[in-house]
């Protein structure tokens, strides 16, 4: 038989090589765009992107609720209102603090952009999203207000409306506020109805509450190798209540490309044999109907419970979360969660809202407390 040429052999060995690289290159991008929960976060804070620029434009991402009459923005971004109170109360300061416990409300003018950039911030562009949809708005007043123990506890409130439209519903409920700088004035944008989705059945419930309490309990064990703590036999878990313990709270939420998945709060008691506080587990997870998505967004945390009170848990961190709902985001197909965290130190509530792709809180707002 005839022997293959030199030059016939290199070739194969060549093409070999070219197609096994393509096939690596293939499984190396497929691997690296493949979509990975992000890492769980401990707490919501007050910090946030809410800032003025330096052309003195308002701008940022805000937490709040919409009524019958407005729309009601609130930060508790202590950068933010330093510098409203620093640069904008009647009477200048070099101490805002003071200024503003003294004060106890300060009223910030807004100007337009023919105004003097002395007289006040300005709103160029506003934007709201709900539960219902997102929609264009314009801000009508600002107002700063005291917190009892100086910069905690103060407040940020702008109030936006929308234009008239004549269809959609009104804008009620938790909402996400969004202040973008522009650099030519426009109209706000019209109303886009976010898609309703339905909720899940009573089965699908159970099994994520399952899901939940399931994966938490394998994160404590790791976090707190010590305790042998396990869920109360036959107890029920309240779901989309008002209830702190043994309830939690079950939502869906669009995640983009028409994908839907399920955000879970928790909070359940614990039995430990022998021991003298029931513990309390907490936290917040994101699944999709089959289970083959897993996030935590909130790492878990044990709480003490005494006498029905709730106490941190050693060292552990002392929150909670609770009241979950979607809004939707603005440039993209998807929703942002809505939720309040509870400090058991104090009864500090926050107001927040958390974009579960990347576990980043948007903004967030101190509602309760000793210090409001």
């Known amino acids: 038989m005839p022997t293959p040429s030199l030059r016939a ?107 003097d950039a002395a007289r006040g911030p300005l709103v160029q562009v506003g934007r709201v999203g709900t539960p219902e949809g997102r929609t264009g708005v314009v801000a009508t007043s600002l107002v700063v207000r005291s917190g009892r123990c100086g910069w905690r506890g103060s407040q940020a409130e702008l109030v936006v409306e929308e234009p008239v439209r004549s269809r959609g519903p009104e804008l009620r409920g938790p909402v996400i506020g969004s202040l973008v700088t522009a650099r030519t004035e426009r109209a706000p944008d019209g109303f886009i109805e976010r898609e309703p989705l339905p909720p899940p059945d009573s089965a699908l419930v159970v099994l994520l509450v399952d899901r939940t309490r399931r994966a938490m309990d394998s994160s404590l064990a790791h976090q707190h190798p010590a305790v042998d703590a396990r869920p109360l036999a036959h107890h029920p878990v309240e779901i989309n209540t008002l209830g702190d313990v043994d309830a939690g709270d079950v939502t869906a939420f669009h995640v983009g490309d028409g994908r839907v998945r399920y955000a879970v709060s928790l909070r359940e008691r614990r039995v430990q044999a022998g021991a003298r506080d029931t513990l309390v587990a907490a936290g917040v997870m994101v699944w999709d109907e089959e289970g083959a998505w897993q996030q935590f967004v909130f790492r878990p945390t044990y709480l003490a419970m005494r006498g029905g009170r709730l106490f941190p848990y050693r060292s552990g961190r002392p929150f909670f979360w609770r009241r979950l709902g979607p809004v939707s985001d603005f440039g993209f197909d998807r929703d942002n969660l809505w939720m309040e965290q509870v400090d058991v130190r104090d009864g500090t509530v926050l107001w927040g809202i958390v974009q579960p792709g990347d576990n980043v809180v948007v903004a967030a707002a101190e509602m309760d407390g000793p210090c409001r």
């Open 9 to 115: 052999r290199t070739g194969a060995a060549a093409l070999a090589l070219l197609l096994a690289g393509c096939a690596s290159v293939g499984r190396f991008l497929e691997e690296a765009l493949r979509e990975r929960p992000a890492a769980p976060i401990d707490r919501m804070t007050t910090a946030s992107d809410a800032r003025i620029d330096s052309a003195g434009h308002l701008a940022g991402s805000f937490v709040g609720e919409g009524t019958s009459r407005a729309v009601h923005l609130l930060s508790s971004d202590s950068a933010l209102i330093a510098e409203l109170v620093r640069r904008y109360a009647p009477r200048r300061t070099a101490d805002p603090w003071d200024a503003l416990s003294k004060a106890g409300i300060i009223r910030i003018p807004l100007r337009t952009a023919k105004e």
